[in-house]
């Protein structure tokens, strides 16, 4: 759980805290997993991802990979293997927000498909701006 809370506070402007992480756990409709490194003698997180599926629809709630492994498509595996798992319990619809600034992780989710549907003015942190993005199956 550290490692997650250290990529998450490297990440985000707006971090989750380790009781936000343990909460979202606690939660039934959650699920959360991690890229991790095993092939080492000091097996590490490259990344996150954490969403709730309910019914037909899922939510993406948090996704991060550690800065130093960033462009190495670590995003695009954590993004495939929850659409994978999603569809497979019948999901059709997938919602998320992301700031309107983090054009890397928009275009990460564009080419998912995702499309821009709407704007929350001063979102996170009453500060910035949520872009809302939807996927259908």
């Known amino acids: 759980m550290d490692e997650v809370v250290a990529i998450e ?4 402007r707006t971090p989750w805290s380790k009781r936000m992480f343990m909460e979202e756990l606690q939660n039934p409709l959650a699920h959360c997993f991690v890229c991790r490194r095993d092939d080492s003698e000091q097996p590490s997180v490259l990344g ?4 709730r599926n309910v019914g037909e ?20 595996e954590l993004m495939q293997f929850y659409l994978n798992l999603a569809e ?18 928009i275009r990460l989710y564009e080419s998912f498909s995702y499309q821009p549907v709407a ?19």
């Open 88 to 105: 497979k319990t019948q999901v059709k619809r997938f919602y998320l927000e992301v700031e309107t600034s983090n054009l890397s992780a």
């Open 57 to 76: 629809e899922s939510e993406l709630l948090n996704l991060a990979v550690d800065p130093v492994h960033r462009r190495s498509g670590i995003g695009k």
């Open 48 to 51: 996150f991802i954490c969403f």
């Open 9 to 12: 506070r490297a990440c985000s």
């Open 119 to 137: 704007t929350r003015k001063r979102f996170y942190q009453d500060r910035f701006d949520a872009l809302v993005m939807v996927r259908k199956a």
